[in-house]
Antibody, heavy 120, light 109 residues
């Protein structure tokens, strides 16, 4: 079964760090284009970052220089390292698969989401 | 960064048809592919339409997509109570960023 399972969310103080994980099954993260999307409480979806098969990474301006997307092919897992967190980063974070670049086939597999709360 | 503009809400009676617009620019919708997602409260989004107008396997043909210039449209025919959800458009931008729409809540009267 093709599946994504996120973990690593939680409560963190402003200025703190958190690393999210997204374990894939039924397909390989290394041969797909992987994306993180977040949704703040009561808000719409926001694209956060994408990692392409060749290793190229893309980031939203709101997270650039603070977040790092990466993958571990041996564990078939996608990561999002989040540093210097602020209250504006509070959201449910989803990982998703894009079978091709630039969302041509759309984000066809999504995880269930993991909640990040930044508060003192 | 860019945001795609959608109406906050649309509503109609069961059996009627609705359309949801998604307005962007030449650097995003005008140059790239649009996909649409359905999201129920507390759950992950689900892909409805990709490549502007194609449906993944299992998506009813009551859902359709189109694109013209810098705008895209999601259509739902024969509205059902089970269609009450939030709908989001998304595309890529030539600035090498993803861009989501503001989201639309569909209400079945």
């Amino acid at each position: 079964e093709v599946q994504l399972v996120e973990s690593g969310g939680g409560l963190v103080q402003p200025g703190g760090s958190l690393r999210l994980s997204c374990a894939a099954s039924g397909f390989s993260v290394s041969t797909n284009y992987m994306t993180w999307v977040r949704q703040a409480p009561g808000q719409g979806l926001e694209w956060v970052s994408s990692l392409y098969t060749g290793g190229t990474t893309y980031y939203a301006d709101s997270v650039k220089d603070r977040f790092t997307i990466s993958r571990d092919n041996s564990k078939n897992t996608l990561f999002l390292q989040m540093n210097s967190l602020t209250a504006e980063d509070t959201a449910v974070y989803y990982c998703a698969r894009d079978k091709t670049a630039f969302f041509y086939y759309g984000l066809d597999v999504w995880g269930q989401g993991t909640t990040v709360t930044v508060s003192s | 960064q860019s945001v795609l503009t959608q109406p906050p809400s649309v509503s109609a009676a069961p059996g009627q048809n609705v359309t949801i617009s998604c307005s962007g620019s030449s650097s995003n919708i005008g140059s790239n592919y649009v996909s649409w997602y359905q999201q129920f409260p507390g759950t992950a989004p689900k892909l409805l339409i990709y490549d502007n107008n194609k449906r993944p396997s299992g998506i009813p043909d009551r859902f359709s997509g189109s694109k013209s210039g810098t705008s895209a449209t999601l259509g739902i025919t024969g509205l059902q109570t089970g269609d009450e959800a939030d709908y989001h458009c998304v595309t890529w931008d030539n600035s090498m960023t993803g861009v989501f729409g503001t989201g639309t809540t569909v209400t079945v009267l």
